[in-house]
């Protein structure tokens, strides 16, 4: 198992240019998360899904869109970057077994500036 | 919309002693997880240890045990016999349903 990876694990970003950072998971988890991080901060939630083709919303999702047409991939879209964006970026799972029904395993994080 | 604290940004024990770190939150729900994880410089988030809000006996996973007071939304985080190894970032979590908030972390130095 894998587990939860996520590409790329780095990336820098001209303001206003889009990318997507992709997020798989290969624990067959009906969940998904995305967080992110800024410096010095705990993580806050962008977005999640509870399964495949359903999304919603976190606590910051603006400037941001998800998309969950599998069970395995939930790639993050990022439109039109901007500096305040700038931040590490978690991916996360977690499955419906019921001893660890609510730990979620989290990726390795992808690093993104924007300038 | 809950709320964690981390009071403490930062705190060292000297190494085989014992550490506590603080966490309070607010929330009016009854029902809801709480969560120590640890971050460490290679910036991988990993769970240390997690109390049901429903269980009244406080959860332990070997050197790591919480006091969990839910009257005064109070989940601290007892570490013992400290090791080098524990020197890392660690965030106090709260969790209902899909929302999962974070505090800001405490640093924690472990000094040999």
């Known amino acids: 198992n894998a587990g939860v990876t996520q590409t790329p694990k780095f990336r820098i970003l001209k303001i206003g240019q889009s990318m997507t950072l992709q997020c798989t998971q290969d624990?067959?988890?009906?969940?998904m998360y995305w967080y992110r991080q800024d410096p010095g901060m705990g993580l806050k939630l962008i977005y999640y899904?509870?399964?495949?083709?359903?999304?919603d919303k976190g606590e910051v999702p603006n400037g941001y869109n998800v998309s969950r047409s599998t069970t395995e991939d939930f790639p993050l879209r990022l439109e039109l970057a901007a500096p305040s964006q700038t931040s590490v970026y978690f991916c996360?799972?977690?499955?419906?077994?019921?001893?660890?029904?609510?730990?979620?395993?989290f990726g390795p994080g992808t690093r993104l500036t924007v300038t | 919309a809950q709320t964690v604290t981390q009071s403490q940004p930062e705190m060292s024990v000297q190494e085989a002693e014992t550490v506590t770190l603080s966490c309070t939150y607010d929330?009016?729900?009854?029902?809801?997880?709480l969560f120590w994880y640890k971050q460490p410089p290679s910036r991988q988030m990993i769970l240390v240890i997690r109390?049901?809000?429903?269980?009244?006996q406080n959860a332990t996973e070997n050197r790591f045990s919480v006091n969990f007071q839910k009257a005064a939304k109070s989940f601290s985080l007892k570490i013992s016999d400290s090791q080098l190894g524990d020197t890392a970032m660690y965030f106090c979590?709260?969790?209902?349903?899909?929302?999962?908030?974070f505090g800001a972390g405490t640093r924690l130095t472990v000094k040999p």
């Open positions: 996360a799972s977690r499955g419906l077994d019921p001893i660890q029904v609510y730990e979620q395993y």
């Open positions: 624990m067959n988890h009906n969940y």
């Open positions: 899904s509870v399964g495949a083709g359903i999304t």
């Open positions: 929330t009016s729900e009854s029902n809801y997880y």
């Open positions: 109390q049901e809000a429903y269980k009244q």
């Open positions: 979590a709260f969790m209902r349903f899909n929302d999962m908030r």
